[in-house]
């Protein structure tokens, strides 16, 4: 029962019907006008009709004795209606002097003074008895103001108000619009639905973990908010993929990274405990595991900052400072115990007592990122060179770090601040956890800057950190 209750109409077929009902309520209410203004207008052409048929009768009458002129000889009409009409000349008691109508037609010997006597010219009455209703056309016989009688035209009132012809007309057209409107609703919403039944099936298919296209492309719509329905899902649909998959790497990758040093400190503290070294030995096991546990510390806090970066649940404690010199001191850390990599620092002049908000803490983490990338870049080469050019423009100041390495493939430096990737040249050379830069760019943004990647290639590689002057501060 609840079943049938919250079974789902098809677009197609909801709205579908919807339109025809609408239409044929608007066909209904467009027939009933155009029938009374049909039967309105019909009516008032026959009585024009027949008017003007007493009228040249009348004038024939007058005639008559000047020309070889009959009253045959009125205008020509339609066949039935001459068939359904009765012309009578009265003079001017009533009596009738000739009835010029079909052979088996009325014969009325006297009308109605009350017919004569009317001002109107068209009247509705009764001459049978029998309920038979007659339209009464009348057109005076008259010369030189002299009334010499009537000419009466009669029309049963069946006849006159009969619009069967006209109405079939019209019921036919009502209906051949009824259909084509139908049809053109039809098409134009099947049309429109098949882009959403892609969608839809697109998206169900991503529930059950299918990342795929749809077979209709972007190219073949023309609506532009369906092609944008379409775009924009299939963009999607890559993006979810692209997660998906660097969710599958990052599992592994993490595990990888993470089981690595643990393997190595176990091994190394296992043979320390059962005495397998001694001496000097037993203590540089010692320092190989102190490493290997600062680099788990490192990639452990990596995660967790930039988790909680991700949620806005670190704070930036921002203070106005010299940037000029705090970037000297994170050169100047960085530096100790590095003698394969040179770093050469170019500070502009308008830099030296320029202030920005910082953190001190993390504009450090990022350059420190920077720098260790450049390091990683150039670890083929036995000595590299690494600049450090600063400079304000635009109330900004921008901080670009480059190397001389052997830079980024293209392919891949649209996705080298995605979090958890790692370029191919990395993944079997470096260990990480492909968060450095990711991270360097929120720390980046929680700062009111920005970090991007300003070229790359066989050259090296230029970063450009910017940042906003502290407000107040001039240039």
């Not at 009933?32 to 009348?58: G, K, P, V």
């Not at 069946?158 to 619009?163: A, G, I, L």
């Not at 882009?195 to 059950?208: F, L, T």
């Not at 030995?281 to 990596?302: G, N």
Request: proline share 3%; net charge negative; glycine share 6%.
């Amino acid at each position: 029962m609840s079943t049938r209750k919250n079974k789902r109409i098809p677009l197609l077929q909801h709205w579908t019907r919807r339109y025809l009902m609408t239409l044929v309520v608007g066909l209904i209410v467009i027939g009933i006008i155009s029938a009374l203004w049909i039967r309105h207008t019909t009516i008032e052409n026959r009585i024009d009709l027949t008017r003007f048929i007493a009228e040249q009768t009348a004038a024939q009458v007058v005639n008559l004795q000047e020309d070889e002129t009959t009253l045959e000889d009125t205008p020509e009409i339609n066949p039935q209606f001459r068939e359904e009409t009765e012309i009578f000349v009265v003079d001017p008691g009533g009596y009738t002097l000739s009835p010029y109508n079909r052979q088996g037609g009325l014969s009325i010997r006297r009308f109605p003074t009350t017919i004569l006597d009317s001002e109107e010219d068209v009247q509705v009455v009764d001459l049978t008895n029998e309920g038979d209703r007659f339209y009464v056309v009348k057109a005076p016989i008259e010369d030189q103001d002299v009334l010499f009688g009537w000419v009466l035209v009669l029309q049963k009132e069946e006849f006159v108000t009969s619009v069967q012809q006209e109405y079939r007309q019209l019921t036919m057209m009502l209906l051949s619009m009824a259909v084509l409107g139908w049809a053109a609703i039809y098409f134009q919403l099947r049309r429109l639905v098949t882009p959403i039944k892609y969608v839809s099936n697109g998206a169900r298919k991503i529930k059950e973990g299918t990342y795929q296209k749809m077979a209709l492309t972007p190219e073949s719509i023309k609506e532009e908010e369906v092609y944008d329905l379409v775009e924009s899902f299939n963009e999607m649909a890559n993006r979810l993929e692209q997660l998906e998959e660097t969710r599958t790497a990052l599992l592994a990758g993490v595990t990888h990274e993470l089981k690595t040093p643990v393997t190595s400190i176990s091994g190394l503290l296992q043979a320390l405990d059962q005495g397998v070294v001694q001496g000097e030995e037993a203590k540089s096991f010692v320092k190989y595991s102190l490493k290997e546990t600062e680099k788990l510390q490192t990639m452990v806090e990596d995660l967790l900052v930039f988790n909680s970066l991700a949620v806005d649940a670190i704070p930036m404690r921002k203070e106005p400072l010299l940037i000029a010199d705090e970037i000297k001191d994170a050169v100047n850390q960085w530096r100790v115990n590095r003698t394969q990599c040179e770093v050469r620092l170019d500070i502009s002049e308008e830099v030296l007592d320029v202030e920005v908000d910082l953190d001190i803490v993390r504009f450090q983490q990022i350059l420190t990122n920077l720098m260790n990338n450049g390091e990683q870049a150039m670890s083929g080469k036995n000595h590299g060179t690494m600049f450090i050019h600063v400079f304000v423009r635009d109330k900004n100041v921008f901080v670009q770090v480059s190397d001389e390495g052997i830079g980024i493939p293209s392919n891949e430096q649209e996705l080298i601040f995605e979090r958890f990737f790692r370029g191919e040249g990395k993944k079997y050379q470096t260990r990480g956890l492909g968060l450095g830069l990711a991270l360097s760019r929120m720390l980046a943004e929680g700062l009111g800057g920005n970090l991007t990647l300003t070229s790359s290639g066989d050259e090296g590689t230029v970063f450009t950190l910017s940042l906003p002057i502290a407000s107040g501060e001039e240039k």
